[in-house]
């Protein structure tokens, strides 16, 4: 399974560190010196969908 792929996208920071943000929910889900890091913080996220205004009801996306 390719949990990070597509879903989340990667920023550098000054700092040497990276942010993960969830592409679906728009949180930061982990700050981390090393991508490997990061996808933990990934599987442990759950979206908070009800902070998203919804849009068509589509909860294809279910996980
Ligand atoms: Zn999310």
């Known amino acids: 399974m390719n949990i990070g792929e597509g879903r ?3 920023r550098r920071n000054e700092h ?3 942010d993960s ?3 679906r929910c728009f949180r930061t889900v982990a700050r981390r ?3 490997n890091d990061l996808r933990e ?3 442990a996220h759950i979206c908070e969908y009800w902070l998203i205004p919804s849009s068509n009801g589509d909860n294809s996306q279910n996980v």
Do not use: A, L, V, W
């Open 33 to 35: 010196y090393t991508e």
């Open 41 to 43: 913080d990934e599987r």
């Open 16 to 18: 040497g560190t990276y």
């Open 21 to 23: 943000i969830c592409m």
């Open 8 to 10: 989340f996208s990667y």
